[in-house]
């Protein structure tokens, strides 16, 4: 699993990356999650409808997981492609 790396030091090309942060701003509060991607000035969720997110304290790669497809079942032979 990749490591977690600074927010500072993410792509800002439109990369989606990994993030987390702080809840509100309050290190050692819950942590939230998300797939993001820098425009302009600002991170915005993945199919959030433009939500900016705040907070972010680190980002990682997305791994090749979260690039492929969902596995399918071939029904004759019970196989997952």
Known sequence: MPEWKPIDSAPTDGTWIKVRGWDFGIEGSRRHYAIAFYRGSAWLEV???????????????????????????????????
């Open 47 to 81: 199919g959030g409808n433009g939500n900016r997110l705040r907070y972010l304290t680190d980002w990682q790669e997305l791994t090749q997981h979260h690039n492929k497809p969902p596995a399918t079942t071939s029904r004759s032979y019970g196989l997952i492609f």
